[in-house]
């Protein structure tokens, strides 16, 4: 057992929550609010109160529940096997749709770093490319994915916040203002038509809670660390996502594969917007390596609990779920051959939608059984009436967030469900005796 000296404190945890969020979810963005207006920040504000909702949630879940599982264990307090089944399988097929976003928001900003035009042919190949060589590095085991992400990740942290705290000298209100609403779309139609990409950016939030053994005083500070953190989050967010409508004009901005080299280049010059771009392209590749191997990861212990396949739970000597990854990878090649669209954005639109759809069962599920599992903990009546309210809230937000993120996406994340309790019924066939009463 880690002695008090060897813990976390509160401010390391918030720290290291607010480095888990803002791996590269937040690269495309400035482009994609661009879309809406800046009438988007509205979105942001919606979505900071949801995810902080959630996230103090996913704090109090991580610290009363018995059950393993992550989001699995928590929904099965209310809805048993299938709930955790349904929950785990569908944050998977989240994973392994986001996980091709990540890879085309690394190939707009290749392709801008070297000047290539490329068709839906070739962004659909470079996204290949990138899947499978992340994919592949990861069979050599946990330990080089580790380090190599804590790295990269700054790549993202250092241009965002850099634009968040210098962008104000070249900030031009005027131009923030003609860009507040290009499309004259009404309030109810606007801030929806962000909410999706705004989630997005936050998507990860409940893992923040996995660290709550290594810090002091978990109970109280847990719960701290995840809301400062999601609320520092939220803060850089919108900051440098407004700052940078006040400096490039919104069409250009809108238009752009790779919105902050574009920006940095306004700012400075042509050769700081390039090596933004790279620094961003380094933070994208070590993201997706450490989510690639966190996939795998997620359908190997699917496998062993007997949900998927077993094929997913086969390792090799460096206990690397080498076969899974390789079909995980398949999947993805076809996805993204899928979803090639006549341009990069519209394919990331398209990905990230169905993304945020497939992890909202998840947190739904979750925060739907958070009374059962307080009560199965003896939570004090008042802390379980003050949670659950905040885990509806949360829950209301989601169902917003569903309503935002179309009804292509709807469709599809229904036919992924779908096809998850066809694939939990044959599973449960094969674990019981179907001559004997259950």
Same mark, same amino acid.
């Given at each position: 057992m880690a002695t008090n000296k060897s813990k976390m404190s509160v401010v390391q945890l918030t720290i290291l929550t607010v480095v888990n969020m803002m791996g590269s979810g937040i690269i495309m963005l400035p482009a994609k609010l661009a879309k809406v207006g800046t009438?988007?920040?509205?979105?942001?504000?919606?979505?900071?109160?949801?995810?902080?909702? *959630? !996230?103090?949630?996913?704090? @109090?879940?991580?610290?009363?529940?018995?059950?393993? $599982?992550?989001?699995?264990?928590?929904?099965?307090?209310?809805?048993? @096997?299938?709930?955790?089944?349904?929950?785990?399988?569908?944050?998977?097929?989240?994973?392994?749709?986001?996980?091709?976003?990540?890879?085309? +928001?690394?190939?707009?900003?290749?392709?801008?770093?070297?000047? =290539?035009?490329?068709?839906?042919?070739?962004?659909? #190949?470079?996204?290949?490319?990138?899947? =499978? *060589?992340?994919?592949?590095?990861?069979?050599?085991?946990?330990?080089?994915? $580790? @380090?190599? +992400?804590?790295?990269?990740? =700054?790549?993202a942290i250092i241009p965002v916040i850099g634009v968040s705290l210098l962008g104000w000298f070249w900030f031009s209100p005027s131009m923030y203002a003609e860009a507040w609403n290009p499309h004259n779309m009404g309030f109810f139609e606007a801030v929806p038509a962000s909410i999706a990409i705004t989630l997005w950016a936050f998507l990860g939030l409940e893992s923040a809670c996995a660290n709550s053994e290594a810090v002091e005083n978990p109970e109280k500070n847990v719960p701290i660390a995840v809301l400062w953190g999601t609320l520092i989050t939220a803060i850089i967010y919108i900051v440098s996502t407004n700052v940078?409508?006040?400096?490039?004009?919104?069409?250009?901005?809108?238009?752009?594969?790779?919105?902050?080299? *574009?920006?940095?280049? +306004?700012?400075?010059?042509?050769?700081? $917007?390039?090596?933004?771009?790279? #620094? #961003?392209?380094?933070?994208?590749?070590?993201?997706? *390596?450490? =989510?690639?191997?966190?996939?795998?990861?997620? %359908?190997?212990?699917? !496998?062993?609990?007997g949900y998927f396949i077993p094929q997913f739970g086969k390792v090799t000597a460096t206990n690397t779920p080498v076969l899974g990854m390789s079909i995980i990878a398949a999947v993805q090649t076809a996805l993204a051959f899928m979803t090639m669209d006549e341009g990069l954005s519209k394919q990331f639109d398209i990905l990230v939608n169905l993304a945020v759809v497939t992890n909202l069962i998840p947190y739904i599920l979750s925060m739907s059984a958070i009374i059962v599992l307080?009560? !199965?903990?003896?939570?004090?009546?008042?802390?379980?009436?003050?949670? +659950?309210?905040?885990? %509806?809230?949360?829950?209301?937000?989601?169902?917003?967030?569903?309503?935002?993120?179309?009804?292509e996406a709807m469709f599809w994340g229904g036919m992924a469900v779908f096809a998850g309790w066809v694939l939990y019924g044959k599973v449960v066939s094969t674990k019981y005796d179907l001559k004997q009463p259950f």
């Open positions: 009438i988007s920040i509205l979105s942001w504000l919606v979505t900071a109160v949801g995810s902080m909702c *959630l !996230a103090y949630a996913f704090a @109090k879940c991580g610290r009363f529940s018995t059950k393993s $599982g992550g989001m699995g264990g928590y929904a099965e307090y209310s809805f048993g @096997k299938g709930g955790n089944f349904m929950a785990n399988y569908t944050y998977a097929v989240s994973l392994l749709i986001a996980n091709v976003a990540i890879a085309i +928001s690394a190939v707009g900003y290749l392709a801008a770093f070297m000047g =290539w035009n490329l068709s839906p042919l070739g962004v659909a #190949l470079g996204t290949i490319a990138f899947v =499978w *060589l992340t994919m592949v590095a990861n069979f050599g085991g946990a330990r080089i994915t $580790g @380090k190599i +992400s804590s790295v990269t990740v =700054w790549g940078v409508a006040g400096i490039v004009p919104n069409a250009d901005l809108a238009a752009s594969d790779a919105p902050f080299g *574009l920006v940095f280049a +306004s700012m400075f010059n042509h050769t700081v $917007g390039q090596i933004v771009m790279a #620094l #961003l392209i380094l933070s994208c590749t070590g993201s997706l *390596l450490g =989510w690639q191997f966190t996939i795998g990861q997620v %359908f190997k212990s699917g !496998a062993d609990e307080q009560k !199965a903990a003896n939570v004090p009546r008042k802390e379980m009436v003050f949670t +659950s309210i905040i885990a %509806f809230i949360g829950n209301l937000y989601s169902f917003y967030a569903l309503y935002g993120s179309g009804q």
